[in-house]
């Protein structure tokens, strides 16, 4: 596992439990983010090759987690509404540097970090839901977060060595500690 270094805090879990609906329709916004995330690598950097089969099947399995979790929100009567930002996201990727070869390692940096996030706050839902396919589901998502992080590191090691890669990825984790604590406490992911 990634090591973040902070964990979520039990009133964020409170307040997921506690507006679940409101939780499952930030969720889906944000797996079907994550798929467009994933094809933008493709349609930006189509002259890297390594990069190219990973993204296009971490994109469908995000897309197919986004329409998982658009059922449990059919299945409950609630609709989507209009995107929102997302202030962690956007506090992350203010930090990326803006063009070259230092862009694609931020680039791949911050998804894994967020993955890492995603990894770790899917887990504490698991966690605390009661036996069953709900709480199937979240575990599946956990394990599929884990992953997922980890591919965007072996993606970094193709190009970047192993010292810049911890740099940037020690300076990116210090930084998301630092958004996390500032986030307010919302029944999202993020």
């Known amino acids: 596992m990634l090591e973040l270094r ?29 798929s467009a995330t994933a094809l933008n690598f493709v349609v930006r950097y189509p002259d890297r090759q390594q990069l190219i089969a990973p993204m296009i099947a971490l994109a469908i399995e995000e897309l197919q987690h986004f329409e998982a979790v658009h059922r449990l929100i059919a299945e ?7 995107d ?17 070869e230092q862009r694609l390692l931020d680039r791949l940096v911050v998804g894994a970090v967020v993955e890492a996030r995603g990894c770790e706050r899917f887990g504490l839902i698991a966690g605390a839901l009661p036996a069953g396919e709900l709480q199937d589901f979240y575990r599946d998502i956990t394990a599929s977060e884990e992953r997922h992080w ?31 604590a500032a986030l307010p406490v919302q029944p999202k992911l993020h």
């Open 84 to 100: 929102e930002k997302d202030a962690y996201i956007n506090q992350l990727l203010a930090e990326v540097h803006s063009s070259g």
């Open 76 to 82: 409950r009567g609630l609709r989507a509404g209009a």
């Open 6 to 34: 902070c964990s979520s805090p039990q009133r964020w879990l409170d307040a997921v439990l506690s507006d679940f609906d409101a939780f499952l329709l930030d969720h889906a916004a944000n797996e079907r983010k994550a």
């Open 150 to 180: 980890a591919i965007y590191l072996e993606l970094a090691a193709h190009w970047f060595d192993d010292a810049t890669i911890a740099a940037r990825l020690d300076s990116f984790l210090d930084l998301e500690a630092e958004v996390v």
